[in-house]
């Protein structure tokens, strides 16, 4: 099975929109592993800007997904502000799928819908894995829909300095601290039909302002609402 992976031989990329990114970090080299990418400057700071204006009066508490019923609900254990939008609702989110589809060589057909989160100060997210656990009953839903989530790209659209920082206590504790437009990508590939679970990570917790986020997990099937892009 393939997945979804950055080159990271290629250290600066620009994209068909003219846009240019850099590889900043990263972590994992074999296919068969992890990988771990931090790319500088992914969106711009009127992008980011644009974001937060599309989703800042749409916002809902954020919920979590039962392992048990397999539905959403509020927990304690993500303390945040969050909305859903289909990536070609906007010009914007358009683009920067194009972007995501040609840096992972995956198609934005197979992207979940994006999702704007908002943390305030105490906001955080404890320490989870974004992939569907096949054991569990609850998820057979959703597996049967979109597939295993293969991958996760993660903008920061604000710095959140001293607080924040995207955790990953199961790599070596390996860290990365919100900077405005800067993006993490992640992977979980694993083996006999089980993702990696060694990406168990957390979003540390706010300690003055807000921490703004836009996500989208890459999946092993095609989004049944999704629409192909087209410039």
Not at 32 to 55: G, M, N, R
Not at 82 to 91: K, P, T
Not at 94 to 107: G, L, Q, S, V, Y
């Amino acid at each position: 099975m393939t997945y979804p992976r950055i080159d990271i031989h290629e250290g600066s990329i620009r994209f068909a929109d003219g846009h240019r990114t850099r590889v900043l970090s990263y972590r994992g080299l074999p296919e068969s592993t992890p990988q771990v990418v931090v790319l500088e400057h992914f969106l711009t700071d009127a992008e980011c800007d644009e974001l937060i204006e599309l989703a800042e009066n749409k916002l809902e508490p954020a919920e979590v997904v039962s392992s048990r019923t397999g539905q959403g609900f509020v927990s304690p254990a993500r303390v945040a502000e969050a909305v859903e939008f289909a990536g070609a609702r906007y010009d914007l989110t358009r683009k920067i799928e194009a972007r995501i589809e040609a840096m992972t060589h995956w198609p934005s057909t197979h992207f979940q819908h994006f999702q704007m989160i908002r943390y305030g100060v105490g906001g955080q997210y404890r320490p989870h894995h974004d992939c569907y656990n096949p054991d569990m009953p609850a998820f057979r839903e959703i597996l049967q829909t979109n597939g295993q989530r293969l991958a996760t790209f993660l903008m920061y659209l604000n710095d959140c300095p001293r607080s924040g920082a995207t955790a990953f206590p199961r790599l070596d504790g390996l860290f990365v601290c919100p900077q405005k437009g800067n993006a993490l990508f992640f992977s979980y590939p694993g083996s006999g039909g089980k993702p990696d679970i060694s990406c168990l990570h957390a979003a540390g917790p706010v300690f003055e302002g807000h921490k703004w986020i836009a996500t989208t997990w890459l999946c092993e099937r095609e989004n049944p609402s999704s629409t192909p892009i087209k410039f």
